[in-house]
């Protein structure tokens, strides 16, 4: 069964270190979407992408925060520096077609990041 | 701007009891909705979804009716399962030029034997 792949599963850094997660979206999937997620919260949208083109960021931290998909394919998400609100489980999920309103997203297992 | 509430949690049920967790919804347009569960250390997987008013979405004995009228679209189950132990979010998609999702802050529930 094809799943959302991300990398590490598990990140602590210290504050203002830089920090990178990977994602692998389902083969064939045209929609990424990066989530972080507070604890006790629900996923708040960072980032969607449309193949390589951004979508929506609106609500991503630009100072510090990046993020990129340039085949259109799996995509990073950057953090520099880090600080210590960043602490958060951070979730991928991607979805088939383009501009379709009814698919369901499938997402990862996430990347939990730990600022100390 | 779109937006989903939930009830507040922990709902906690004895096994068998009937569920209601609630979700109402504001957004342009005609949003599809959706539900999610979460299980401990997981990520979110589709419980069961509407696309239109009048729909309802069912799965593992879950239901949800998508209720345009009171823009709500609560999630019930007859028979709760100690298994069903899990944090449940409301989300939606609306189009406002492409279609951004929405989640509520999740609601958790704890069944007990």
């Known amino acids: 069964e094809a799943e959302v792949a991300q990398s590490p599963r598990y990140k602590i850094t210290e504050k203002s270190q830089a920090v990178a997660f990977w994602c692998d979206p389902i083969?064939?999937?045209?929609?990424l979407y990066w989530y972080r997620q507070i604890l006790g919260q629900g996923p708040e949208l960072l980032v969607q992408?449309?193949?390589?083109?951004?979508?929506?960021d609106s609500q991503l931290p630009k100072d510090r925060f990046s993020a990129e998909r340039l085949k259109g394919v799996d995509s990073t998400l950057k953090i520099q520096p880090a600080e210590l609100g960043d602490s958060a489980m951070y979730l991928c999920?991607?979805?088939?077609?383009?501009?379709?309103?009814?698919?369901?997203?499938?997402f990862g297992p996430g990347t939990r990041l730990t600022v100390l | 701007g779109n937006s989903v509430t939930q009830m507040e949690g922990p709902v906690t049920l004895s096994e068998e009891a009937f569920l209601t967790i609630n979700c109402t919804y504001t957004?342009?347009?005609?949003?599809?909705l959706f539900w999610y569960v979460q299980y401990p250390g997981e990520g979110l997987q589709l419980l069961l979804k509407?696309?239109?008013?009048?729909d309802k979405g069912s799965n593992k004995g879950f239901e949800a009716t998508y209720r345009k009228e009171t823009t709500s679209f609560h999630l019930e189950k007859g028979s709760v399962q100690v298994s069903d132990s899990a944090v449940y979010f409301c989300?939606?998609?609306?189009?406002?030029?492409?279609?951004?999702?929405?989640f509520g802050r999740g609601t958790s529930l704890i069944v007990h034997p």
């Open positions: 083969s064939g999937h045209a929609t």
């Open positions: 989300a939606l998609l609306a189009s406002g030029g492409s279609y951004i999702p929405t």
């Open positions: 992408f449309q193949d390589e083109s951004v979508v929506d």
């Open positions: 509407a696309t239109k008013a009048d």
């Open positions: 999920a991607s979805s088939p077609g383009q501009g379709v309103g009814y698919n369901e997203q499938f």
């Open positions: 957004a342009t347009g005609y949003p599809s």
